[in-house]
């Protein structure tokens, strides 16, 4: 596609409930990065792909959070047994390769957990 | 670790004119990039501006332009000939410089601008 692409735009789960969110980057894209924004905040880094691999997991806050990339391209956060805490908007980037190149960001996906 | 840090948390301006954006950050690396993002409330984040450390020239884009003070670690956006498009809000960015490797972006809390007629 011409950008990133994150779906749903909105989710509403409730508390306790899995739910998955979907990251398609923009093609040939091999980093991929995913963002959590709080409200009122500025985004703070989750984790980073290169190619099918997490090359850096270090901002995933708790083992309930985890996230694939099995084809190098689409990646998927789940997150398990969700809290209220967890609510925030999700958002994803990609990048032609790590470092130098300019990341490209997609319109994230607002989590609301009731 | 690195903390960037944006102290205004709204600004207004009127159309046409002048507005700067204020930035801090705090690292111990020498190598490294900073970005000021526009995020209007569609939520997608644009790149506005990027900096290098290593380049003294500060980075100028049409109608903004950066100016990086790298000893006082200071990194303001100047955003001239406002319009009305500019409201959104702007986030400041910092990248450590890796070699082959992507790197995480660190964000401040961002500032609200507002463009008025």
């Known amino acids: 596609g011409a950008g990133v692409s994150q779906t749903p735009s909105n989710k509403v789960t409730e508390k306790g409930k899995y739910v998955e969110l979907r990251c398609d980057p923009i093609s040939g894209h091999t980093a991929l990065y995913w963002y959590r924004q709080s409200l009122g905040q500025g985004p703070e880094f989750l984790i980073y792909?290169?190619?099918?691999?997490?090359?850096?997991d270090s901002g995933l806050p708790n083992d309930r959070f985890f996230a694939v990339r099995p084809e190098g391209s689409v990646s998927t956060l789940k997150i398990q047994r969700t809290e209220r805490g967890d609510s925030a908007v999700y958002l994803c980037?990609?990048?032609?390769?790590?470092?130098?190149?300019?990341?490209?960001f997609g319109q994230g996906t607002r989590l609301t957990v009731v | 670790a690195q903390t960037v840090t944006q102290s205004q948390p709204e600004m207004s301006v009127q159309e046409a004119e002048t507005v700067t954006l204020s930035c801090t950050y705090d690292?111990?690396?020498?190598?490294?990039?900073l970005f000021w993002y526009k995020q209007p409330p569609s939520r997608q984040m644009i790149l506005v501006i990027r900096?290098?450390?290593?380049?003294?020239q500060n980075a100028t884009e049409n109608r903004f332009s950066v100016n990086f003070q790298k000893a006082a670690k200071s990194f303001s956006l100047k955003i001239s000939d406002s319009q009305l498009g500019d409201t959104a809000m702007y986030f400041c960015a910092f990248m450590k410089r890796n070699t082959g490797t992507a790197s995480k972006l660190t964000f401040g809390t961002g500032t609200r601008l507002q463009v008025t007629l």
């Open positions: 792909f290169q190619g099918t691999g997490a090359a850096d």
């Open positions: 690292t111990s690396e020498n190598n490294y990039y």
């Open positions: 980037a990609s990048s032609l390769s790590g470092g130098k190149t300019e990341a490209f």
């Open positions: 900096q290098e450390a290593y380049k003294q």
